[in-house]
C-alpha cells in the first residue's frame, strides 16, 4: 500500500507508484495484510514496512513482494495456528512463480490477478503431458475467449472462462479470464488459481479482495494514514500502528451495532474515547447546589 508523502526531510521516503495519480510519488511503502470473510467486516493483521530500494536498514530488510507475502503468511499460520486459512488472496505483483511454487507445497491455495505478458502452455482437451500444448502470453487468452464464448455470471456481473495451463517452473494450474462491461468497452484481466471448486469459488475469492481496498480507504481517508509529518521513519511506523488500531476500534463498534455506516462507527468510536480521556476537573466537578428562595442554598 503506497502512502505518499510530502517534505524530503521525512526519513525512508522513496519513488512509490501510486494508483491514484497514475504516477510514482515520494512516499512510504507499506505489506497491508487483512483476514476477510464473506459474512463478517475484514480483519486488518498489520500494515508492515516495505522499503524500497537505497531505503532498506538490517531491520527492514530489501524484500520482493512474494517474500513480504510469503513471510507474512507462514507468520499468521505459526503465531496463530487456529486460524483456518481458506487461501491466499492478492494483487499481480504478488502473483509470482515462487509464490504459487511456495504456496502449493505448503498446501494453501492461492488466487491472483496475473500479468498479461507472462506466457503459458495452453493445455489441449485430454492432454496428458505437460508439453502438449501451445504457448501463448496470458494476456493473449483473453482475446481467445471473449464474452460469448466465456459464460456470464450474473451473481457478479461478470464474464469468466476457466482454461487449464501449465506454467513453467510451476505446474498446472488454472487460468479465469475475466471481463466487465465499462461503459462502450470492456475492462479484462486473468486470475491464475490454485483454488478447487468452480469459477464462482475463483470469482467469490477474488471478489472478497475489495474489502481490503474498503481497509485502505478508510486507512487514508478516515484515520490519518499518510498524514504524519514526523520526520523520524520510526515514528512514522509508530502511527501506521495506531492507525490498524484505530481501525479495529470503530470495527468493534460495529460488531456491536451491525449495520452502522463505518463514519457513524468511527465518530462513535471517537466519542468513546473522548469520554474514557476526560480526567481532573470536568470528571470529578462537584454537582452544582441550586439556590433557594431567601438567600440560602
Known amino acids: 500500500m503506497p502512502t505518499p508523502h510530502t517534505g524530503p526531510a521525512i526519513q525512508g521516503l522513496g519513488q512509490v507508484y501510486s494508483p491514484a495519480a497514475k504516477a510514482t510519488r515520494l512516499g512510504h511503502l507499506f505489506l497491508s495484510s487483512v483476514l476477510v470473510f464473506p459474512e463478517k467486516d475484514p480483519y486488518p493483521l498489520a500494515l508492515k514496512p516495505h522499503p524500497v530500494p537505497g531505503m532498506e536498514t538490517p531491520a527492514y530488510p530489501l524484500k520482493t513482494p512474494s517474500e513480504a507475502l510469503l513471510d507474512e503468511v507462514f507468520d499468521l499460520l505459526a503465531v496463530h495456528p487456529q486460524v483456518d486459512l481458506k487461501g491466499v488472496v492478492a494483487d499481480a505483483q504478488f ?20 500479468r498479461s505478458r507472462v506466457k503459458v502452455v495452453l493445455l489441449e ?8 500444448g501451445e504457448v501463448v502470453p496470458v494476456g493473449e487468452l483473453l482475446q481467445r475467449y471473449p464474452p460469448g464464448r466465456a459464460r ?19 505446474g498446472r494450474v488454472d487460468m479465469v479470464l475475466v471481463h466487465k462491461a465499462q461503459g462502450v468497452g ?7 488459481s490454485t483454488l ?10 477474488w471478489t472478497l479482495r475489495w474489502k481490503v481496498e474498503v481497509v485502505h480507504r478508510l486507512f487514508k481517508g478516515n484515520l490519518g494514514q499518510g498524514r504524519s509529518q514526523a520526520r523520524g521513519y520510526a515514528v512514522q511506523l ?3 500502528e495506531l492507525v ?3 481501525f479495529h476500534e470503530v470495527r468493534r463498534v460495529r460488531e456491536e451495532r451491525p449495520g452502522l455506516m463505518w463514519r457513524h462507527a468511527q465518530r462513535e468510536a471517537g466519542r468513546r474515547f473522548r469520554e474514557a480521556l476526560l480526567t481532573g476537573p470536568q470528571a470529578t466537578s462537584p454537582p452544582r447546589r441550586l439556590a433557594r428562595k431567601g438567600g440560602g442554598t
Open 244 to 246: 490498524v488500531q484505530a
Open 196 to 205: 478447487g471448486g468452480g469459477v464462482q469459488e475463483v470469482l467469490e475469492a
Open 125 to 132: 482437451e485430454g492432454a496428458e503431458g505437460e508439453e502438449e
Open 152 to 170: 456470464y455470471y450474473r451473481r457478479f456481473g461478470l464474464y469468466a472462462k476457466r482454461v487449464r495451463v501449465v506454467w513453467p517452473g510451476v
Open 238 to 240: 509508530v502511527h501506521s
Open 95 to 114: 502473483s509470482s512463480g515462487l509464490t504459487l511454487r511456495s504456496l502449493l507445497r505448503a498446501g494453501i491455495p492461492f488466487v491472483g490477478r496475473m
Open 186 to 192: 470492456w475492462r479484462r484481466w486473468v486470475l491464475v
